[in-house]
């Protein structure tokens, strides 16, 4: 089991690996290699670059997912392609994304698309809080905690 981070836009990179640390878990990080860090990352944390393009860190990180692999995104279209997988998916504001939700989940970003498209102003997520950063450690903590001893 490892966790793999969606790493260009997560605002909780820190978070998880403070915590993947506490439970023994690697940690990978799939990144653009326009967002290249000289970040110094412990040993347990691998960073894994990707070429420029449209979806190219979502497709590297479909290839290194495996059955009971964690990974955090918050791109709804990645997660539906690794929930098949067996893996966990989690987003950064502290939720799992199951067969249950991840359809309505879809049908809200395509109709948001469809209202963008034909001009209308649509809202774009609200900004990151303290609050969501504190509500996505406990979340993720019960998680692994959860997720690992099983």
């Given at each position: 089991?490892?966790?793999?981070i969606?790493?260009?836009?997560s605002p909780?990179?820190?978070?998880?690996?403070?915590?993947?640390?506490?439970f023994h878990?690697e940690?990978?990080?799939?990144?653009?290699?326009?967002?290249?860090?000289f970040?110094?990352?412990?040993?347990?944390v691998?960073?894994?670059?990707?070429?420029?393009?449209?979806?190219?860190?979502?497709?590297k990180?479909?290839?290194?997912?495996?059955?009971g692999d964690?990974?955090?995104?918050?791109d709804?279209?990645l997660?539906?392609?690794l929930?098949?997988k067996?893996?966990?998916?989690?987003?950064?504001k502290?939720?799992?994304y199951?067969?249950?939700?991840i359809?309505s989940?879809?049908?809200s970003r395509h109709?948001?698309?469809?209202?963008?498209e034909?001009g209308?102003?649509t809202?774009?997520?609200?900004?990151f809080?303290?609050a969501?950063?504190?509500h996505?450690?406990?979340?993720?903590h019960?998680?692994?905690?959860?997720?690992?001893?099983?």
């Amino acid at each position: 089991m490892k966790i793999i981070i969606d790493a260009d836009a997560s605002p909780v990179k820190k978070e998880i690996i403070e915590l993947a640390a506490s439970f023994h878990l690697e940690v990978v990080l799939v990144s653009n290699i326009a967002h290249y860090s000289f970040e110094d990352y412990p040993a347990f944390v691998k960073t894994v670059y990707v070429e420029k393009g449209a979806d190219r860190a979502d497709f590297k990180i479909v290839q290194l997912a495996t059955q009971g692999d964690i990974i955090v995104t918050q791109d709804y279209g990645l997660a539906s392609l690794l929930l098949p997988k067996g893996c966990y998916v989690i987003h950064h504001k502290g939720y799992e994304y199951t067969k249950e939700n991840i359809e309505s989940l879809l049908r809200s970003r395509h109709i948001s698309a469809l209202q963008r498209e034909s001009g209308q102003r649509t809202k774009g997520p609200r900004p990151f809080t303290t609050a969501d950063r504190d509500h996505f450690k406990h979340y993720f903590h019960g998680f692994l905690a959860k997720v690992v001893e099983n």
